[in-house]
């Protein structure tokens, strides 16, 4: 079992930064990929950007390539994004989520996740 627990989140101007935090704890935290997903009121879940532990590869959406960055902490218990130049477009509740898979594709489909955290608010104004 994993535990998934977001921070970080809050309102910001666009064009400013933003980091959030997903600090994860439970079984074999160093086999488990972890993604970051967001979702706007009235809209679908979608794919923001992931990382592959094993093979420390970074997965990242068309709309936020060269914006955010997917990173973690050396002991593996704890993963970020940065947000950087932050349109109001991004705005949404943010969420990671943690899977044993792995793949191009993988990653980024939400089916492949089998555990989430309870996400954190993220508001960019215009």
């Known amino acids: 079992q994993v535990q998934l627990v977001e921070s970080g989140g809050g309102l910001v101007q666009e064009g400013g930064s933003l980091k959030l935090s997903c600090a994860a704890s439970?079984?074999?935290?160093?086999?488990?990929?972890m993604g970051w997903f967001h979702q706007a009121p009235g809209k679908d879940r979608d794919f923001v950007e992931a990382i592959n532990w094993t093979g420390v590869k970074n997965y990242t959406a068309d709309r936020v390539k060269g914006r955010f960055t997917i990173s973690r902490a050396n002991a593996k218990t704890t993963v970020y994004l940065q947000m950087n130049s932050l349109k109001p477009e991004d705005t949404a509740v943010y969420y990671c989520?943690?899977?044993?898979?792995?793949?191009?594709?993988?990653?980024?489909?939400?089916?492949?996740?089998?555990?989430w955290g309870q996400g954190t608010q993220v508001t960019v104004s215009s």
């Open positions: 439970g079984r074999t935290i160093s086999s488990v990929g």
């Open positions: 989520a943690a899977t044993s898979g792995g793949g191009p594709f993988y990653y980024r489909a939400i089916t492949s996740y089998s555990y």
